[in-house]
Each structure stands twice: as structure tokens, then as C-alpha cells.
């Protein structure tokens, strides 16, 4: 399959200078991942979810206070984005999108956007169909989280994993899922950025003694603040159509491995698409 026949059009857009809470709200309300960038007449950039996920994080105390109605969105986006032909092969695309680590591919022919191409476009497709593996066979290892892991600490691991995470309760059973859209859709960012929050534990003040509740510190927001759940599980050991299936009817971009309620890993979108592009 070539790229015009799985592409998503029309295209929808933004200009360098509209805000980052105006960008967010278009993606809420099409359902989408990553919008194009335009000034006047010209690509400029891609701004997606994960851009404003990552965007959130800054040292800077003051940056995270700020208003997302005062961000423009060219603080945020990706410039000169890779662009294709829509006549190239769709496991090109795939192939692209992973050594570049990006997720969307503006479609352009000649001085025209005609439309873009994604990771879920491709998942959409036959392309995926084809391969023949069990979800064992190419799952990854998952990286996990408490609940009570800082906002900020979550999204430093999952840019520097690239990855979704897992929250973990005390006891080691799955509590639910924190992915970039999570992050970059989190209702406090509306009004004043990066929340923060007292967290506290009961703590006995000697052996055998009562609980009494104590203040442990404050955090700018807390890993259960963000993730979702239920979450999505399948045996490792049945096939990937099983698993593209589930991701399908779940409108998911990842699927965890899961047998006896004893974790085992994580099947995601790329892995899949790896297995696209070769």
C-alpha cells in the first residue's frame, strides 16, 4: 500500500501564534494527536500531544505558572517537519516515523498539503494484518510507577523511556496507565500549569502504636492525579491480531502483557509498525 491510500485528510491547522490551550482543545475536540503549523502560507511546524506533555515540565517556576491561553504554540512545536510524497510505500512511512521518533507525516505534492499520514493510520490498515507473532514474541519490558510519584518525576521518565508507564499499588497490582496524552491533557493545566499537592501517610509514631496521619511534602501533582485505568490486559502468548484487535476496539496505543495477574510486559504501537517497516 502507498501512503495516499491510508492517509487522513483534510488536515487540520494552527498558526505560529494562536495559544497552546487553543491547539489543545482543537486535538480534544477532532479526536486527534498533532496538528500542522502554519505561517501564512508555509509549513512551519507539528505540535503534538506529546510536545505539550513534555512542554509542561520546565525548571523555570515561573514557565510553570504560566497560563497555557499565554503559550503561542511556536514555543511548543516541532520545526521543519519531515514531510512525504503520497506515492511512497506505506512501510517507508512506518520505517521514517520510527528513526525519527515522530508519529505523524505531513503529505505534501508539489506546494500542496494533501493530507497526513500516522502511526494510527498505519495500524488502521492491512499492512498490520499480515504478521504473523504472538504478543510474547515482541513485547518490551515496562517501566513502572507508585501512585504517589511527583508529576514531574513521571514525565522526565517518560521522556527519557519515550514510553508509557505503570502505576503500581502498594502491593504490586496494576492501578492504571499514564501515557503522553494523559499528561497533556490534564484538566489543572488549564487555568495555572503544574498543580501542586500535599501528599500524606499514615505513619505509627512508635512500634505498635496508632496511625496518625503526617505530612510527608508538597508535589506538583502525583502519578494517580493523571493515569488511566482500567487497564487493558492480554496473555502473552496469543497472536498479534489479538492484540491489534483489542487496541482497535479500545482506541489504544498499547496493550499489556499480563498472565495470572503477574506482569510481563507491554505490547506497543511501534512494536507493531517495527514489524511494518521491515
Keep these: ?11 487540520y491547522i494552527v498558526n505560529t501564534q494562536e495559544n497552546i490551550a487553543y491547539a489543545r482543545n482543537l486535538m480534544l475536540k477532532h479526536k486527534i494527536s498533532r496538528l500542522l503549523v502554519m505561517d501564512e502560507e508555509k509549513l512551519a511546524g507539528i505540535i503534538t500531544k506529546k510536545d505539550i506533555a513534555y512542554g509542561f ?10 497560563p497555557i491561553d499565554r503559550i503561542p504554540v511556536e514555543v511548543m512545536m516541532r520545526k521543519d517537519p519531515i514531510t512525504v510524497s503520497p506515492d511512497l510505500q506505506a512501510s517507508r512511512a512506518a520505517g521514517l516515523m520510527l528513526t525519527h521518533d515522530i508519529s505523524g507525516l505531513p503529505v505534501i505534492d508539489g506546494d500542496t498539503i494533501e493530507g497526513i499520514i500516522t502511526k494510527s493510520d498505519i495500524m ?3 499492512e498490520v494484518d499480515r504478521i504473523d507473532a504472538t504478543v510474547g514474541d ?9 501512585r ?8 522526565d521518565l517518560i521522556r527519557e ?3 508509557k508507564i505503570l502505576v503500581i499499588n502498594n502491593d504490586g497490582t496494576l492501578a492504571g496507565v499514564i501515557t503522553e496524552s494523559n499528561i497533556a491533557f490534564y484538566e489543572y493545566f488549564d487555568q495555572k500549569g503544574v498543580p501542586e499537592k500535599d501528599i500524606m501517610h499514615l505513619r505509627r509514631e512508635e512500634t505498635g502504636g496508632p496511625k496518625n496521619l503526617r505530612h510527608v511534602r508538597q508535589l506538583s501533582g502525583v502519578a494517580e492525579d493523571v493515569m488511566s485505568r482500567p487497564v487493558i490486559t492480554i496473555n502473552p502468548g496469543e497472536p498479534i491480531s489479538s492484540a491489534i484487535a483489542l487496541m482497535r476496539r479500545h482506541q489504544i496505543n498499547s496493550i499489556i502483557a499480563e498472565t495470572a495477574g503477574e506482569i510481563k510486559g507491554i505490547l506497543k ?10
Excluded at 515540565?57 to 504560566?66: G, K, M, T, V
Excluded at 515482541?138 to 507508585?146: G, K, P, R
Excluded at 504517589?148 to 513521571?154: M, P
Design 124 to 126: 488502521a490498515s492491512g
Design 1 to 11: 500500500m502507498i501512503v495516499r491510500e491510508m492517509m487522513s485528510a483534510p488536515v
Design 57 to 66: 515540565r520546565q525548571h523555570d517556576p515561573i514557565w510553570r505558572r504560566r
Design 269 to 278: 504501537r511501534d512494536d507493531i509498525l517495527k514489524e511494518v517497516a521491515q
Design 161 to 163: 523511556r519515550n514510553d
Design 138 to 146: 515482541i513485547m518490551e519490558d515496562v517501566l513502572t510507577v507508585s
Design 148 to 155: 504517589y510519584h511527583s508529576l514531574n518525576h513521571v514525565i
